[in-house]
């Protein structure tokens, strides 16, 4: 689910990358518990209390470095980063420490925009899995990245569903078959918060990483919530390649739930307008 929109944003950036260079900072990754143990009651409580965790933000509006790493690249861009979780969402990318907004990127409903502005380019098309696969040319979706972004990503397994469970030093990993996908839920059982998800596909190969770290304290429907401040994405190239993309958004500044936020996307009247429905590739892959 998570590679096209990845790969969307990839390219988005893709249009400004000779405008700005910056080595990637990974955050530092913890190893996945390994010790086995019971689901006891306490630890089928944390898990309910992270989950519970996740409605409490809706929405948001902040700024955020954005650094990529490709098999062939590796660069960083400002992005301005709104999302209603759920709805809809919208990306503006700026070029380098001149700020200039170089490419839009909006999701709606139905509807997928990425307004290239260096290029004067607009491509348009549906908000579908087939648009998406055109960028990257694998299944995915992107709704697991908004949710990331949002900083407390919607956990919808139930707690009575977990197939095993680990523990490690201040971690705990809630593991969850099903024939499809196994996702491993990792939680610090001290500051009850989600620290790592990870996502593997049926022969058991890792495709999909999440890391949550920074985490500091907001005031949300009157308590207290850590939301993690860097969030890093790591995708599997397969095959024993290694990390195909990974991405790391470090957040300057953002506001929860704003009261008036209104994410509108005004289509370019003189941009050249390309269709996403009908071609193959984005012109700058």
């Known amino acids: 689910m998570m590679k096209r929109v990845v790969a969307v944003l990839l390219a988005l950036c893709v249009v400004s990358l000779q405008y700005g260079c910056a080595d990637l900072d990974t955050v530092t990754r913890d190893e996945r518990p390994g010790t086995p143990s019971e689901l006891t009651r306490e630890l089928a409580d944390l898990y309910r209390e992270v ?33 209603m979780r759920h709805r809809e969402s919208r990306m ?12 839009d990127l909006y999701f709606g409903k139905d509807s997928l925009y990425v307004h290239d502005m260096m290029g004067n380019r607009l491509l348009a098309g549906r908000n579908s899995e087939e648009n998406l696969e055109k960028i990257l040319g694998v299944p995915s979706g992107y709704r697991l990245l908004s949710e990331s972004l949002l900083g407390l990503v919607n956990l919808e397994e139930r707690v009575e569903s977990v197939s095993s469970v680990k523990k490690g030093p201040g971690r705990v990993m809630y593991v969850f078959d099903n024939p499809r996908v196994r996702k491993e839920v990792v939680i610090d059982p001290e500051n009850r918060t989600l620290t790592a998800l990870f996502v593997r596909n049926t022969p058991g190969e890792l495709t999909t990483a999440i890391y949550f770290r920074d985490f500091q304290p907001y005031l949300l429907d009157n308590r207290t919530t850590l939301i993690p401040r860097q ?5 599997s190239a397969g095959n024993g390649a290694g990390d195909a993309y990974r991405l790391l958004i470090d957040y300057d500044k953002r506001t929860f739930n704003p ?7 005004v289509r370019p009247k003189k941009a050249r307008v390309i269709s996403l429905d009908e071609m193959g590739s984005l012109p700058w892959m």
């Not at 650094?67 to 999302?83: A, D, M, S």
């Not at 503006?92 to 490419?103: E, K, R």
């Open 51 to 83: 989950a519970e965790a996740s409605p409490v933000v809706r929405s948001l509006d902040g700024y955020a470095d954005v650094t990529i790493r490709t098999p062939k690249k590796k660069e960083r861009v400002y992005c301005n980063i709104q999302l």
């Open 92 to 103: 503006i990318v700026s070029a380098g420490l001149l700020g200039w907004p170089v490419a």
């Open 231 to 235: 969030i890093e994405m790591v995708l």
């Open 259 to 265: 009261e008036k936020l209104s994410i509108r996307f």
